[in-house]
């Protein structure tokens, strides 16, 4: 059973305002974003900034809400906005049929927070500077913070660079709205401040933290997050010497049974290696201030007992069709259910907890994404919207896999054999008769083998619309799967039109919006 998890309190920065929110870890630890008796050393200057960095990158637009679903996932063939077909319809319309606007919502949330994340470090790293200039040097913790912001402003900027490709680079302190109105750089510039954030992150931030504070970035972080930008240009060698440096750094590991990774005994395994920490108290069951909505937008849309969530972000058909027969991953990826009047008996007898979700009449889905399903003990405890659920960004598995695909397209394709079987050894458990090791020495073969491999080991995570776009493959894919609206310039979202309107000109739009 997962244990309460303690909270902190920390404060919000925005472009030019302030707002308060609640952040959180850990599993029955003392309070974080506060000084406390022999905290000194542990955390350096300029902490409770860099707190608020890990509550904006676990926030609704960034990680956890229905804008994050729609621009990392239901681009995809194997997902789709789900819940009804009213909820939510113009951006079902945005993101599963390329119906592109300028002025959707989401995409302008999504840019919008990704930017505050962005600010912030800013903030930090000027701070930083600005006393080294003072006193000459910085302690250990301060080092450790200035990695942290270096780190969060590269997956700010990740964020931003795939999204939208061009896109302002900010890399300096705003002190008015004004500062930031400058024109796009090239997406290589923005590469090229990514590869020295992550650089400069790598340089200070530990291989572990203590127990208390579990959840923090760390060298591995940062690296793996450095060979998935890599990956993203197809910078084969640089994406294999980071996913290596990983591997070889013997701190992760694929010992976990895929069916307890996504429950919340799952959580901080051996194979995280970046995961937002969220929590749930007796006082505030329901606050997404301490937690995140990951669980409850993706929840079953029942009634009742089933009313678990929104029912969006929900599995295709061509998802359950993808996994090879036997596979386990696909009744640890697809959570069945019946809809309300529906027979129970039709669900699977593996479901977790020996539930028997049902869903309300009118829902457009099959599936729901088990990915995201709650422990029902800690549903009756707080609240059934799973605000303690913990948000895997990183896997080791995927770290594995870069290092497959990167070795295979340099050519070392004995070498990416052996880090897929890793992959699929652990899928398969102990039935030998399951997902028979790859031994091809084909590359081409090898390559169909890590592809289909990333699609079924990271299904209903993040970012396989953009496998398909890096692969050059995403319109053949989705008109293949019913998504013919898809064209060439839908790799990339339309600027903002409210930024493009506020900047009075200097934002351009990106080409043929």
């Known amino acids: ?14 472009l030019v305002s302030i707002v308060q929110i609640g952040c959180t870890d850990l599993l029955d630890q003392k309070p974080q974003g506060e000084w406390v008796e022999g905290d000194e050393g542990s955390g350096g200057s300029y902490q409770s900034d860099v707190f608020t960095l890990y509550a904006r990158v676990r926030g609704y637009h960034i990680s956890s809400g229905t804008t994050a679903l729609a621009i990392h996932s239901f681009r995809s063939e194997d997902a789709e906005k789900g819940s009804t077909a009213s909820d939510g319809a ?12 300028a002025t959707n919502g989401l995409i302008g949330s999504y840019w919008t927070s990704n930017y505050e994340i962005i600010i912030l470090a800013n903030k930090i790293l000027d701070d930083i500077a600005q006393s080294e200039n003072e006193k000459g040097t910085l302690s250990e913790g301060d080092l450790t913070n200035k990695s942290e912001a270096h780190f969060f402003r590269a997956y700010a900027f990740f964020n931003l660079v795939r999204a939208f490709g061009d896109v302002p680079k900010i890399d300096f302190r705003i002190e008015n709205a004004e500062d930031a109105n400058i024109p796009k750089s090239p997406a290589a510039e923005i590469y090229a401040l990514i590869d020295a954030d992550l650089t400069a992150a790598e340089e200070h931030l530990p291989q572990v933290w203590p127990p208390v504070y579990i959840g923090r970035v760390t060298w591995g972080a940062a690296r793996a997050l450095h060979a998935r930008s890599y990956m993203m240009r197809n910078d084969w060698s640089n994406m294999h010497a980071a996913a290596v440096d990983v591997i070889q750094s013997g701190h992760y590991n694929l010992s976990t049974p895929y069916n307890q990774i996504f429950r919340e005994t799952g959580e901080n395994s051996s194979e995280s290696v970046f995961e937002l920490q969220c929590t749930a108290t007796a006082s505030q069951p329901g606050s997404n201030d301490i937690g995140s909505q990951f669980a409850q937008v993706q929840g079953v849309r029942g009634a009742g007992e089933w009313n678990l969530g929104w029912g969006w972000h929900t599995p295709t058909e061509m998802m359950a069709e993808a996994f090879e027969a036997g596979d386990p991953r696909k009744d640890e990826t697809l959570l069945y259910f019946i809809k309300t009047g529906g027979d129970p008996s039709t669900i699977p007898a593996n479901q977790p907890y020996n539930e028997k979700p049902i869903a309300n009449a009118d829902v457009i889905n099959k599936y729901y994404n088990k990915k995201a ?16 659920y913990n948000i895997r960004l990183i896997r080791y598995s995927d770290v594995v896999l870069m290092a497959a695909e990167a070795a295979n397209e340099l050519g070392q394709t004995g070498q990416a054999m052996e880090y897929l079987e890793m992959v699929r050894a652990r899928a398969r458990g102990s039935n030998a008769s399951l997902l028979p090791k790859v031994t091809t020495i084909d590359q081409a073969e090898m ?7 990333r699609r079924v080991e990271l299904g209903m995570e993040f970012d396989r619309f953009y496998d398909l776009a890096r692969w050059g493959i995403a319109r053949d894919v989705l008109h293949a799967a019913g998504k013919t609206g898809y064209q060439e310039r839908h790799a990339l979202l339309p600027i903002p039109q409210n930024e493009i309107d506020k900047s009075n000109g200097v934002l351009v739009q990106n080409p043929n919006y």
Do not use: C, V
Request: hydrophobic letters at 45%; charged letters at 25%; zero cysteines.
């Open 447 to 453: 390559r169909d083998a890590i592809r289909h491999e």
């Open 90 to 101: 113009a951006h079902g319309k945005m993101f599963d049929d390329f119906e592109y606007i």
């Open 373 to 388: 399903y709650t422990n029902p003990s800690l549903r009756a405890t707080y609240t059934k919207g799973g605000f303690w």
């Open 1 to 14: 059973m997962k244990q309460m998890k303690i909270y902190f309190w920390i404060i919000i920065a925005a």
